[in-house]
Nanobody, 115 residues
């Protein structure tokens, strides 16, 4: 069983930055695909960014060049550095850990960007 604890959300003005962190328990972290997703009110949950166990990354078109995902396997933590935030980035952000049939979600952290 893996438990995920997210932190770092909050209220920021447009153009500002935030860094989200997600710390995981369990032994599969270092071999898992890690991702950040978000869900805005009335919308479906969408992928923001993901990083493989080998360090390859993938970003949604809307976040390329502004967001950076990284992982620290020694700390069982995945990060999302968000720069140049826009009001449309407002959502609940969730971290995700995936390995074969195992799929775990954090509780979510609210990010609100004011214009």
């Amino acid at each position: 069983q893996v438990q995920l604890v997210e932190s770092g959300g909050g209220l920021v003005q447009a153009g500002g930055s935030l860094r989200l962190s997600c710390r995981a328990s369990g032994s599969i972290f270092s071999i898992s695909l890690l991702g950040w997703y978000r869900q805005a009110p009335g919308k479906q949950r969408e992928l923001v960014a993901e990083i493989t166990s080998g360090g390859s990354t993938n970003y949604a078109d809307s976040t390329k060049g502004r967001f950076t995902i990284s992982r620290d396997n020694a700390k069982n933590t995945v990060y999302l550095q968000m720069n140049g935030l826009k009001p449309e980035d407002t959502a609940v952000y969730y971290c995700n850990v995936r390995y074969i049939i195992h799929n775990y979600w954090g509780q979510g952290t609210q990010v609100t960007v004011s214009s």
